[in-house]
């Protein structure tokens, strides 16, 4: 391009720039795969509908959040127990579901001292930076499988599979990639299409759960002959304790991380909770317009992502 100003001087600096720049974006390797204005669609719920922010409750208190990593007793991995306390500040009974997520994500920066053509260093904003791959995932209650999140139909599922497949295909990658599920916010969307399927959680007002009430897992104990052999293979499945007491129940979530080549643990955790009245309330405010003065509920009560401490011991 060739441009010219008022006094008949021609300039090529605007071409040159552009030649430039363009020379740049495209040898680094790194295509702009996530415009800023891009929507995303999910298989589980139209992201348009899906609201993150969870509405702050005073009846209520959540906290002292602690990690335990673990060995599991059948030898085949780790565990990582989520543990944290629902305070009553009535004295009410109160209903909740609870999704507990661990996961191992990168980044799709490619960080290799050999990368032959780095993301240039004068452009502020790099998009593989905002674009999240989930390698391994844990759900407590229950794992959710990819084909209930995406297929292949869903534009998301290619995008990130094409990510994927830059990042192994590399030429400074030498070692292989571990696979890639649904990213984190594909899950969020599920799980607001599925709130009633969270782990139910009582909260006790004044009066005392009884004895049958104190106490709720689903951990499986080793048969005799899994005694016999010191083998207990079916506790990769134990997935939640929970501990009520008196306007206080103590919340603990356990998620597996099988051994596995190039093993890593996990460094996400997120904790979603739902109030059970409310999304009834919603589900029959949802069905219809609403009044003069009213509010639309949102029946996500808290939402907190979790950075898993990389010096997190073993115990």
Do not use: C
């Not at 363009?22 to 996530?34: A, L, Y």
């Not at 208190?61 to 780790?78: A, M, P, Q």
């Not at 995008?159 to 696979?179: D, G, M, Q, S, Y």
Request: net charge neutral.
């Amino acid at each position: 391009m060739i441009l010219k100003n008022i006094s008949g001087k021609i300039y090529l600096t605007l071409a040159a720039g552009l030649i430039i720049s363009g020379i740049f974006t495209t040898g680094s390797g790194q295509p702009n795969i996530r415009t800023e204005t891009e929507e995303h669609s999910a298989t589980a719920v139209n992201v348009k509908s899906y609201t993150p922010i969870a509405t702050p409750d005073a009846r209520f208190s959540i906290k002292n959040f602690n990690f335990v990593r673990r060995f599991d007793s059948g030898g085949l991995g780790e565990f990582l127990d989520v543990v944290f306390d629902i305070d009553n500040n009535t004295q009410d009974e109160m209903n909740f579901f609870v999704y507990v997520l661990a996961f191992y994500e990168t980044d799709a920066v490619i960080r290799t001292g050999g990368n032959y053509v780095p993301y240039p260093t004068w452009r502020n904003y790099d998009p593989d930076a905002y674009n999240f791959l989930t390698h391994y995932i844990s759900i407590s209650p229950a794992d959710v499988t990819d084909d209930k999140i995406w297929n292949e139909e869903d534009p998301d599922f290619w995008r990130f599979k094409k990510i994927h497949e830059r990042i192994t295909n590399h030429a400074t990658t030498l070692e292989n990639v571990p696979v890639f599920h649904p990213p984190y916010w594909k899950y969020l969307a599920y799980i607001y299409a599925n709130k009633s399927s969270g782990l139910p959680v009582k909260l006790f007002g004044n009066k005392s759960p009884s004895e049958e009430e104190s106490f709720s897992t689903n951990y499986v104990a080793p048969t005799a002959e899994e005694m016999k052999k010191k083998m207990h293979p079916g506790v990769v499945n134990h997935k939640y304790t929970i501990n009520y007491a008196k306007r206080k129940t103590f919340v603990q979530t356990h998620h597996h991380s099988p051994f596995r080549p190039k093993y890593v643990f996990f460094n996400r955790v997120a904790v979603i909770i739902y109030d059970a009245d409310k999304i009834k309330k919603a589900e029959e405010q949802s069905g219809r317009e609403l009044k003069p003065g009213e509010d639309k509920i949102e029946s996500m009560v808290f939402k907190r992502t979790f950075t898993v401490p990389k010096n997190l011991k073993n115990i």
